[in-house]
């Protein structure tokens, strides 16, 4: 049981940065893609309907950590307090971006919550990647399994580099989604990106193989699952230059994939790894809950999370065609009479569904 829910959580984060990882990407282009607030607002409304069940999926793997493995859920949110607090501002002020930037016509109004969404999906991919090296590379652990570091004891090269690796794949996962979603220029400029940041990505994940296999002391040769990254990484440009947008977004997914799933491969059977001393390390097995609770976890999640998966494959179906310029058509702004209570009515925020939908 403690080894499955090991594979249960590892599967959960990979599933959230698969599907949030285009959420956002499409968060730090969406200004970049979109010359116009029109254009701006096509890009946001592909990820309308889809952003926040995505974000599920981290909220469930904290709550499997907590309740399988509450060792190491206590070790690791006292020790990333800090930097989880700025996990969680990133995660609100891009959330509350997508619902407020359509409530006023200002420019300047707009201008702020696309510059907020921006900052807010970067920092969340770039702070979770960074948390995920530090289990993998080592924190300080004393015996009792408490954290004995600071917030700068985080900030490690490999755990950075970790968290930027991230970012640049989020980046071309959000680029493919957006020539798979879009048309016209929007979709253009997204190709043009995703075939620009194809191989300074390979390159990225490339890096990260080796510097991970140096970190566990496994010389510099990447394994199997690594080099599937790479290569789906530079598969992309080529797919993207081809005009199958589909496949393209497909390699970036096994890109994502990969890459998290290489630092829980290379973490098992530890949780966290202990820089003070080899012996600290947290495990499966010195972190986990007891058996009961686990098997009583167990039918729960068999229970419900086929349905889960049910419901947000439904969504994906319903929002799966691409979006056009005209269908924003008619959804700005409307003005409310004078001495109304309010000046307008909202616009579109990146919340609602495209026209037609």
Known sequence: ????????????????????????????????????????????????????????????????????????????????????????????????????????????????????????????????????????????????????????????????????????????????????????DVRDRAERLARRAAPITALAVLIFSVWTQVTINRGVIPGLIQVAAVLAAIAVAWLIADGREGWAFTMTTIAMATTVLTIFIDLYPRVMVSSTKAAYDLTVQNTASSPYTLKVMTIVAVLLFPVVLLYQGWTYYVFRRRIAPSDLEGQEPVRAPAGAAGAETPGPGAAEAPAGD
């Open 1 to 184: 049981m403690q080894v499955f829910w090991f594979i249960v959580i590892a599967l959960f984060f990979t599933g959230f940065f698969v599907l949030e990882g285009f959420d956002f990407g499409v968060g730090l282009l969406h200004g970049v893609v979109g010359k116009t607030d029109s254009e701006r607002r096509l890009a946001i409304n592909t990820i309308g309907p889809l952003w926040d069940g995505n974000e599920v999926w981290l909220i469930v793997a904290g709550a499997g950590m907590f309740a399988a493995f509450p060792g190491w859920y206590a070790t690791m949110f006292s020790g990333f307090y800090l930097a989880l607090v700025l996990l969680l501002f990133a995660l609100i002020i891009r959330g509350v971006s997508f619902e407020y930037r359509g409530k006023r016509e200002g420019v300047r109004w707009r201008r702020t919550w696309d510059r907020l969404m921006t900052l807010g999906s970067l920092l969340a991919p770039l702070l979770i990647g960074v948390a995920l090296g530090d289990l993998l590379h080592g924190v300080p652990i004393g015996a009792n399994q408490e954290y004995t570091g600071n917030f700068w004891d985080l900030l490690q090269p490999y755990a950075l580099f970790v968290g930027l690796t991230i970012v640049l794949i989020c980046v071309l996962h959000g680029s493919t989604f957006l020539a798979l979603k879009t048309t016209g």
